[in-house]
């Protein structure tokens, strides 16, 4: 089957992509790993217009039941692992299957950064995360520790304050960078300790997570704690798309049109080099794509 579009991915570009796609009755396939993406990860969203307040499992659960309210071809945890056009077919290459399309938006956004510390891949999932809103709960009354200083290390602290016992908030740079709207909500606890101009040397336990050494100024110390939160960036998931011109971080270059280096090939949202990552502009941006898809394809057409 040859569909008009496949979108990769379907956190809110790629959904919000695949309604715009049904409604102008483009025969769509969606394939991701899963639905929701970094919105299923955020704890309270309150930047998101219309609703002054919503959760990001609820706002992700909204996401969903709108684009299944639709007919949508979905290929839900499946990995795109190659992308190229072929003369005039783009071919997408899955770990199940092989797909083409006349055209393709890429909405593949970001995964989270690793420290790259010893004791890292061994306490992963042992009481090592990097998803606050997913495993929070597990750390109920306990002591933790936050890495990081941008707004996902403080949305992982705010989310933290209402669960764990105390919060060392473990950040590099001289000052925390993420909004200063939570920066208040974080500094307003009494639970939360910032140590600034701080670095993670290790994770430490045995069978599960018992602390970590980091690097202050005067020296090097353990902080006891039996859950270390790892939010110190975001990388693009980009590398399946070998012949898209990227950026040096990664980002996948587009115009203002979602068009990338590649005709026929769009990109939308954190997965681009469009500045601001941010959930309102993820579904305008696979708004955008869609609409120039079609556009292409009517033209191809004539
Ligand atoms: C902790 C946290 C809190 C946040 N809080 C807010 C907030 O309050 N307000 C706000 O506006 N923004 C917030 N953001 C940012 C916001 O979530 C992102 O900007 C937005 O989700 C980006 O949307 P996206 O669709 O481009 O990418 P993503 O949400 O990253 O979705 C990408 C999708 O692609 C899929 N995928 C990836 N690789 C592949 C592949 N190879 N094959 C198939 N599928 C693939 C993923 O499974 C996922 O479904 C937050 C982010 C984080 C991490």
């Avoid at 795109?80 to 071919?91: D, H, P, R, T």
């Avoid at 939160?229 to 950026?247: Q, T």
Wanted: hydrophobic residues 40%; charged residues 25%.
């Amino acid at each position: 089957m040859l569909y008009d579009l496949i979108i990769i991915g379907a956190g809110p570009a790629g959904i919000t992509a695949s309604v715009y796609a049904v409604r102008k009755r483009m025969n769509i396939l969606v394939i991701s790993k899963d639905i929701g993406g970094q919105t299923a990860w955020s704890g309270d969203i309150e930047n998101y217009t219309g609703y002054q307040f919503i959760s990001g499992p609820e706002l992700t659960a909204k996401f969903e039941e709108h684009m299944k309210k639709y007919d949508v071809g979905l290929r839900e945890n499946e990995e795109v692992i190659a992308l190229e056009k072929k003369g005039s077919v783009v071919s997408i290459k899955t770990d199940k299957a092989a797909y083409e399309a006349k055209t393709a938006i890429v909405a593949s956004g970001k995964h989270s950064r690793e420290l790259g510390v010893p004791g890292e891949k061994e306490f992963k999932n042992r009481g090592l995360t990097y998803c606050a809103t997913c495993d929070g709960p597990l750390f109920t009354g306990k002591d933790v520790a936050v890495i990081g200083g941008g707004n996902s290390a403080l949305d992982a602290a705010i989310q933290l304050i209402k669960i764990a016992k105390h919060i060392y908030l473990v950040n590099i740079k001289a000052q925390l960078t993420g909004d200063k709207i939570m920066q208040e909500k974080v500094r307003e606890s009494k639970k939360v300790t910032l140590l600034n101009n701080a670095e993670v040397k290790a994770v430490l336990g045995d069978k599960l997570v018992t602390g970590i050494r980091i690097k202050e100024k005067g020296g090097e110390k353990t902080l006891a704690v039996r859950g270390v939160f790892v939010e110190v960036g975001l990388i693009p998931n980009s590398e399946f798309a070998k012949d898209l011109k990227k950026n040096k971080r990664g980002e996948i270059e587009v115009n203002s049109y979602n068009e990338t280096n590649i005709p026929g090939i769009f990109a939308a949202g954190d997965v681009t080099d469009v500045p601001e990552k941010q959930i309102i502009i993820a579904a305008g941006e696979g708004a955008k794509a869609t609409l120039r898809a079609f556009k292409y394809l009517t033209q191809q057409k004539t």
